[in-house]
Structure formats: structure tokens, C-alpha cells
């Protein structure tokens, strides 16, 4: 990895322990995937630092359903560079509360560098399972197939779940001195008896994955000091049936003749719709030329639904 890539972590990381311990009184609410010391968590305290104050939620979904005039943001990650779209995260954008009153603001980018981390004394020998969110497996299969081919990958909700997994001893669970967790080294600053046997160990030399940050609603402000990159984006979740097949070319069409750009497009199964009638997540940008983006954007989500689809717009940024 470039060192330059490295200082910025590192860099963040002393961030990112400034911010995580931050005093709570009277700041909005952030949701978060965690707990402590994930890489949603970093992601969030780079982009909100001392704004807000940081609410742990036990999955991608529970940051979601935390959404409330109480806990106003929220931060999911929803692609990464190496292993591709976060499954998890489409599949909750597929709910109809998103959308309407969990709507997203934007996103946010993490350099993301992964450790094998296990219990204080336990060797790379001793490890029979690795633990971690799925992206992290993923993220990391050459090393992996290369160190601990005979190792099970067992999925866990988050990198520092699975690191925190190592400090329990359930009986008839795992025995955390078979275990490794795969997850940021800052893990180990935070939860005692933790080592890291390896750094770096993602598959590539750059590594990325980008959040999208999410309010209650668009009327939030985003607190003053969040400054998210790149304006004038929108995401919408796209349904028209399989024979529609009018439908769902008219949504490049429409697109384009608005002088937008078709950025990204992902596809789930959708919830009740027959086999393979699928749902689309469009992320549509404004080309160079960012004049009367919202009404150009209206009038393209106008066409594709006149067109047989069904259309919500998930955010506007
Ligand atoms: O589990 C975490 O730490 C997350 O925030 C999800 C994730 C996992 C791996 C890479 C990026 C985000």
C-alpha cells in the first residue's frame, strides 16, 4: 500500500479515537453499525467528528429502524472496492420506509485496511475459524486461501462483533482460542486481551468502501461541519414488471435525453413481486452541466414512471 495511504489512516485512526469517546450532552443522535471501533464507526466519526453523539446498532437493518426524530443520521455501508455492492444494504433500501422517512444525504469514503486479530497468545497455527462481517471475508480471500486454507469463514454482523465474539466463551459455541477475527487494528485499543497477528491483509493495495449517510426525513440539516463530496447525485429504486420490457429501457433513455448521467446500477429480487421481477437502484449525477439538476431529474423520474414503473426517489444530494 502507498505510505501516503497509510499516514491518512493512521492519521485518521488518532481521529477517530478523539471523536469516538466524545461527551454526548444535547448533540443529535447517529446510528451506527457496531459496535465500537467498526468501520462504519470510523466512517462516521471522520465525517460528523464531535457533532453528534454515536449510537451503536446491532446490524445494517437495526441503523435503519433506529432512524427517528430522536436519532436523526445514520451511516451504512454500501460498496466496497475490492468485493463490490453490500448485499445487506440493498436489500434494506428495498423497504418502502426508505425513501420516505429514512432518506439518504450523501456518502462518505474509508481507506480500509483489515488485521487478523485474535486473543492475547493464540497463534496463527491455533486458528481453525475466522470471523467477520462477509465483506471482510470477501475482502480478503487471497490471503486467506493462502495462510489459513483450512480455516472455516464464519459471517458475523460486523468486523468488531466478530472481535468481540473472541472475548466470550459460550458454552457449546466457539472456542475463542480456535478463533481469528478479521477487523480494523483499532479494535484492540478498545477491547483488552486482543492482538493483531497480521496488518494489511485485504486483497489489493488500495482498499475503499463507501457509506452512504442517511437522516429521518430531508428536512434535518446536516450538522454545519459535515461536508460530504460531490453535489448534484440522486439514488432511486426502480420497479417495472419483467414484461415491461418499454419500462425499463425507457430508464436509460429518459436519462439520458435530460442531460443526466446513469452512475450505477444495482439489482435485488424484489419483496413481492413475482420471480425475477426485480428491483433497480439507479445513482443518476448531473453531467457537466449542473443547470436546473432537480427539475431535470423530476421531469426523467416523470417519463420512466409514465413509462409502467414504479419509482421512489431514496435521496437527493
Ligand atoms: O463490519 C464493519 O466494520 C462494517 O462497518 C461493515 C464493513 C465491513 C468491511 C468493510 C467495510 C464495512
Not at 471501533?37 to 451503536?56: D, L, M, P, R
Not at 427517528?68 to 443520521?73: G, H, K, M, Q
Not at 475482502?139 to 464464519?154: D, N
Amino acid at each position: 500500500m502507498q505510505s501516503r495511504t497509510i499516514d491518512a489512516m493512521n492519521a485518521s485512526l488518532v481521529r477517530f479515537r478523539r471523536y469516538m469517546f466524545a461527551s454526548s450532552s444535547k448533540k443529535p443522535k447517529l446510528a451506527f453499525l457496531g459496535p465500537l471501533g467498526t468501520y462504519s464507526h470510523q466512517a462516521a466519526c471522520e465525517c460528523f467528528k464531535e457533532s453528534v453523539e454515536y449510537i451503536s446498532q446491532p446490524t445494517i437493518a437495526d441503523v435503519q429502524q433506529a432512524l427517528s426524530v430522536d436519532v436523526p443520521f445514520g451511516i451504512i455501508p454500501q460498496e466496497n472496492s475490492i468485493n463490490g455492492s453490500v448485499v445487506e444494504t440493498y436489500n434494506l433500501l428495498r423497504n418502502p420506509a426508505v425513501g420516505r422517512d429514512c432518506v439518504v444525504r450523501g456518502y462518505t469514503v474509508l481507506g480500509i485496511q483489515h488485521s487478523l486479530v485474535v486473543r492475547r497468545g493464540v497463534k496463527i497455527e491455533d486458528v481453525e475459524n475466522v470471523l467477520s462481517h462477509e465483506q471482510a471475508l470477501g475482502q480478503c480471500r487471497t490471503w486467506l486461501a493462502v495462510h489459513l486454507p483450512m480455516a472455516s469463514l464464519v459471517p458475523m454482523d460486523s468486523t468488531a462483533s466478530a472481535a468481540e465474539k473472541l472475548l466470550s466463551s459460550e458454552p457449546g459455541g466457539f472456542n475463542p482460542r480456535k478463533c481469528a477475527a478479521i477487523c480494523s487494528s483499532v479494535v484492540v485499543t478498545i477491547y483488552d486481551d486482543l492482538e493483531v497477528l497480521q496488518k494489511g491483509i485485504q486483497d489489493g493495495e488500495e482498499n475503499f468502501t463507501r457509506f452512504y449517510v442517511l437522516s429521518f426525513g430531508t428536512d434535518v440539516p446536516l450538522p454545519a461541519t459535515v461536508v460530504l463530496p460531490t453535489q448534484n447525485m440522486a439514488l432511486l429504486r426502480v420497479q417495472a414488471p419483467l414484461e415491461s420490457l418499454a419500462g425499463r429501457l425507457d430508464i436509460t433513455k429518459a436519462v439520458n435525453t435530460h442531460g443526466l448521467d446513469l452512475l450505477r446500477i444495482d439489482r435485488r429480487p424484489s419483496l413481492h413481486a413475482r420471480p425475477f421481477d426485480d428491483v433497480y437502484f439507479l445513482e443518476i449525477g448531473a453531467t457537466s452541466d449542473n443547470s436546473e439538476w432537480s427539475d431535470r431529474l423530476q421531469r426523467a423520474v416523470e417519463r420512466v414512471k409514465r413509462s409502467g414503473a414504479e419509482v421512489a426517489v431514496l435521496g437527493v444530494w
